[in-house]
């Protein structure tokens, strides 16, 4: 029996020119962005393969020669093809020294699986009626299986699945942290946030007086929405920082020691901070406490995202300021002492509406009492000096009331009352202008319910500290 | 029984003449004069500062009434100054008064604009008001309730610089204290002060902090810087058309503060109490009739006090047999404003 021994050679594997580039349809996630959705499964796609072979017999046979295989033919076939029997014919030709060399150029073959193509050569010559049959496996192909782009896989049953786009991962697929489904549902797209300062922001008073009359501090949030979806942004990190605006609440200097609000740390909620990171609740605010100095003045509060960032900080004013301070208006029964010495504090002359009603009673009460008595100087002899700044709180004067025995700074309550428009010095030093019947004063202050206690300051800083609320504020 | 307003204040004066300590070494002593040694700190220094208060003064405020024509009703106080008073009393102050009669419209201080009109409204605070010569009275709204009256006199030490006499010294007393008013009395608080030397003060601004134990404590001593006293001042108002009843009404509702101010015994305002209830069934349903409850109320204070008629509590007596269930000028009150409503209904004298 002749043994052929088929040696296949220059067997190509490469995928079809199919067209890979379908589309993929990522259609649902247009109708429901913020949710991501199945991911589409097809099939896998088999090679195809292009089974161009050479193939040489040797033919081993003693009793044939080269040309007794001459008009033999073969047939070939695979377990997918059915019809199996392709036959054809040796070509008349025949290679010296008994070797048949034969080039098969077969159709392409779809594979659905590893497989094998078998050929089986009928040498039936027709001279010879003894047909010659010999047969061998010759080759075994393995199947490669590929996804079109986009998808991944095949898995075991020869499925793909749809890629998750960049920035995203997990079946279904879903956006890393930090990235959400673009418009059209078919890209991880870097998320977006905005953040906004709760507007406008209420006033808050001063610290600093020993009974509080009025909030001195204040809860501000800051909200974070995702821009894409309009949606408040829970658990946001958000970074409040607090400064002050030079030149505000009627100081006129500024320094870096000047004193400024604090935050509550978000953590405690009772550390005073200059700046803390809060996070952002179910209505995507975060909200910080805001505590007010003893100075008055505008604070500016800054919020910017921490994590995820946003597109830009946000940031508001907050007036620190003791509300409803009018200007002391000028009066016959009283002088003022204009403009103030203290050109840090030009404008020291203010007074709730209350108090200087009452501290103008006093003076016209004094001024007719004692207005044919003998006097140092002509009336009016009530000079105010200091009552509040525009906005209260500390009234530093380091300018004019610095001295050895009371060392003045700036920032420093010297003034330790005249933070809320009710109190007011009033000059009782003996020079042109003070007071020239003291206890007539005293009596007239009394009469107007106002307790009296003794003089401030000494020499030419002596003075009576009216307070015209009768509370130390 | 005899209760002071002033008991209170002298309960809070006498916890200060134990040192309050309050920052380290500050404090605050009352030394054997009565006045005030605080030491405190300013911020920089430890400092020491002496106020003298104007409660050095024994006073004795003695309300007399009378019913004048047209049923208008003076009230008159003597003042009296006892022997150990260190200062002479130069200012009283009698707030919470519901109003006072004034022959001349109100000109109010927050009208002034202009010297005149400060003219007007001095001389109109003025006008209503009866005093001593030497002595300067205003009737100015009271400033703890600007809807009530406060009557005030002050003797000017100032305005008056050579003097022998300045304003009530101790051992003596003042006469002729005094305003009217259709309104019946009640009882109200006078306060009274000593004059008090024109004093040096802080050498600075004081203690440098306001949350300080003796700032506060200041601030009590100051707030209280007068002796309060009772006094018979105008608390009730007449009903307009006179109305006997609803004025009794009115006069017992009054008489119920005196139980908290220890001026009644409960039981005896009890007692009271359904004699008021009686006389005002009776006004409403018979008029003149209801005189006669009041003529029982009246025998009930009798029989405690003599000279509840005259109107002076000067001339009141306790009769010594009978133990007093109400207050000496308690009982006048009473007395005259039940008198009062017996007169407008025909009755009494
Ligand atoms: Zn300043
Ligand atoms: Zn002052």
């Keep these: 029996m002749d043994t052929l021994t088929f040696a296949a050679s220059g067997i190509r594997h490469q995928a079809s020119g199919k067209n890979h580039n379908r589309r993929l349809n990522f259609a649902l996630h247009i109708l429901a962005i913020a949710i991501p959705v199945m991911a589409t499964v097809q099939p896998a796609v088999a090679d195809t393969i292009a089974a161009t072979a050479t193939y040489t017999i040797y033919h081993t046979s003693n009793h044939e020669t080269c040309d007794n295989l001459q008009g033999a033919y073969y047939t070939y076939s695979t377990p997918a093809d059915t019809l199996a029997s392709h036959q054809a014919s040796f070509p008349r030709y025949c ?379 | 029984m005899k209760t002071k307003l002033s008991i209170l204040i002298g309960l809070l004066l006498a916890s200060y003449a134990s040192v309050i300590f309050a920052y380290p070494g500050e404090s605050i002593v009352q030394d054997a004069n009565g006045d005030y040694l605080i030491t405190y700190w300013n911020g920089a220094k430890m400092k020491q500062t002496k106020f003298v208060p104007a409660t050095k003064i024994e006073p004795t405020v003695i309300s007399a009434l009378k019913l004048a024509d047209v049923w208008l009703i003076t009230y008159r106080y003597t003042i009296d100054n006892g022997v150990n008073a260190k200062q002479p009393i130069t200012q009283i102050m009698i707030g919470g008064i519901s109003n006072i009669y004034r022959s001349q419209p109100l000109v109010p201080f927050s009208s002034v604009t202009d010297m005149n009109s400060a003219l007007s409204a001095f001389q109109s605070s003025q006008a209503p008001m009866v005093q001593p010569n030497l002595w300067n009275g205003l009737a100015l709204p009271d400033p703890e309730n600007n809807s009530l009256v406060q009557s005030s006199w002050d003797f000017s030490t100032e305005m008056h610089p050579h003097e022998i006499r300045i304003g009530i010294p101790h051992g003596s007393y003042q006469q002729g204290f005094g305003y009217d008013s259709f309104d019946l009395p009640g009882i109200g608080a006078a306060k009274l002060e000593g004059d008090t030397p024109i004093q040096q003060g802080y050498e600075d601004e004081g203690p440098s902090s306001t949350d300080s134990e003796i700032v506060s404590q200041l601030n009590q001593i100051e707030s209280n810087d007068f002796v309060a006293r009772n006094a018979a001042i105008p608390a009730i108002a007449i009903p307009d058309p006179f109305d006997p009843a609803a004025t009794l009404e009115r006069i017992q509702e009054h008489m119920h503060t005196w139980i908290a101010k220890q001026l009644i015994e409960p039981a005896f305002a009890a007692q009271l109490d359904s004699h008021f209830k009686t006389a005002a069934d009776v006004y409403r349903k018979q008029g003149p009739a209801g005189n006669g409850q009041i003529g029982r109320m009246l025998a009930l204070l009798v029989q405690q006090y003599e000279g509840l008629e005259k109107g002076d509590e000067e001339s009141v007596k306790k009769k010594s047999a009978v133990p007093a269930q109400i207050d000496k000028l308690a009982a006048l009150v009473l007395y005259f404003d039940l008198k009062y409503v017996m007169r407008r209904m025909g009755g009494g004298n």
């Design chain 1, 95 to 473: 290679h010296q020294g008994g070797i048949l060399k034969w080039t098969q150029v077969a159709s392409n073959f779809v594979l659905t699986s590893n497989t094998s193509l078998t050929f089986t050569v009928d040498v039936a010559r027709t001279a010879y009626t003894a047909a010659v049959h010999d047969t061998g496996i010759v080759k075994t192909w393995a199947v490669f299986w590929t996804c079109p782009s986009g998808y991944t896989g095949p898995d075991a049953s020869h499925m793909c699945t749809l890629a998750c786009p960049p920035h995203a991962s997990g079946t279904p697929c879903a956006c890393d942290a930090g990235y959400v489904f673009d418009a059209a549902g078919t890209s991880c797209v870097a998320e977006q946030y905005t953040v906004a300062l709760q507007n406008p922001l209420a006033d808050v008073e001063p610290s600093g007086t020993a009974n509080v009359y009025a909030a001195t501090s204040r809860d501000v949030y800051a909200q974070v929405i995702d821009q894409q979806t309009s949606l408040p942004q829970v658990g946001a990190q958000v970074k409040f920082s607090v400064d002050v605006i030079a030149g505000t609440g009627g100081h006129d200097h500024h320094d870096a020691l000047r004193p400024k609000g604090k935050l509550l740390d978000c953590r405690d909620n009772t550390t005073e901070v200059e700046s803390t990171v809060c996070i952002t609740q179910l209505d995507g605010k975060a909200t910080v406490t805001f505590k007010a100095p003893e100075v008055s003045g505008t604070h500016t509060i800054n919020a910017e995202c921490i994590s995820p960032a946003c597109t830009n900080p946000a940031s508001g004013d907050i007036n620190v300021k003791v509300d409803g301070l009018e200007s002391i208006p000028i009066s016959p029964f009283y002088n003022m002492q204009l403009p103030n010495r203290d050109t840090n504090h030009p404008k020291a002359h203010f007074l709730m509406e209350a108090p200087q009603k009452k501290l103008e009673t006093i003076a016209i009460l004094y001024m007719l009492k004692t207005l044919y008595m003998r006097k140092q100087s002509a009336p009016p002899d009530i000079t105010l000096n200091d009552a509040s700044l525009e906005w209260g709180g500390v009234l530093d004067c380091f300018l004019t009331c610095n001295s050895d025995q009371y060392p003045s700074t700036p920032w420093h309550k010297h003034h330790i009352e005249h933070r809320r428009g009710s109190v007011v010095d009033i000059k009782a030093n003996g020079s042109t202008g003070s007071i020239a019947h003291e206890k007539d004063f005293r009596t007239a202050a009394k009469k107007m319910g106002i307790a009296l206690g003794v003089p401030h300051g000494s020499g030419s800083g002596r003075h009576y500290h009216l307070r015209l609320n009768n509370r130390g504020e």
